[in-house]
């Protein structure tokens, strides 16, 4: 069984390529699951795969791509869903 966890990344997020650099990322470091814009501005995201990688994400996704101005990054644990691969969803 996978770790997992969910995060909700705020401030400058959205239209920076956010959803594509985080994308790139877990993929480089053996995650799975998705990424997707938020209506209020945020960005959503649940990864799954080795506790480590996670937390490498995790600080990661607290710095985002060039561009980007993170103000918060809100981490809970999240079951996995059986996500394959890690892709963008449509904005929720």
Do not use: H
């Not at 990688?53 to 990661?60: C, I, N, R, T, W």
Request: charged share 25%.
């Amino acid at each position: 069984m996978r770790a997992g966890m969910k995060l909700v990344i705020e401030g400058r997020v959205q239209g920076v390529g956010y959803r594509w650099w985080a994308s790139g990322e877990a993929r480089q470091l053996g995650l799975e699951g998705w990424v997707r814009n938020r209506r209020d501005g945020a960005v959503e995201l649940a990864a799954f795969g080795r506790p480590a990688a996670l937390d490498a994400f995790a600080d990661a996704c607290a710095q985002g791509p060039r561009g980007a101005v993170v103000s918060r990054v809100t981490r809970s644990e999240a079951p996995d869903d059986g996500s394959r691969g890690f892709g963008q969803r449509p904005t929720d």
